[in-house]
């Protein structure tokens, strides 16, 4: 599946959002060095959606704050995991 994120590095925590118009932005701890953070992204995401690292790619936005995310897992299995791990406030 693809999956378009607005990723925020350097932030206190790692969480998932949901944006108002449906995308989703991702607060990550690591610095955008390097390509840290986009190690860092799909490691987390990797996490939170219960598969392996190799199972996510980043396919564009390599230096951007908007990437697109090539998951090999069923959409329905992805999405259901993301919107389990955002926090209500």
Not at 25 to 51: D, H, M, T, W
Not at 65 to 83: G, P, S, Y
């Amino acid at each position: 599946m693809i999956l378009r994120v607005k990723v925020k590095p350097n932030s206190r925590i790692d969480t998932i959002e949901k944006e108002p118009d449906g995308g989703y932005k991702v607060r990550i701890r690591e610095q955008p060095i390097e390509g840290k953070a986009n190690r860092y992204l799909v490691s987390f995401l990797a996490k939170v959606i219960g598969i392996p690292k190799s199972s996510i790619d980043v396919a564009k936005g390599e230096t951007s704050a908007f990437k697109t995310l090539q998951i090999a897992a069923d959409e329905d299995v992805v999405l259901e995991k993301l919107n389990a791990s955002i926090k209500t406030t």
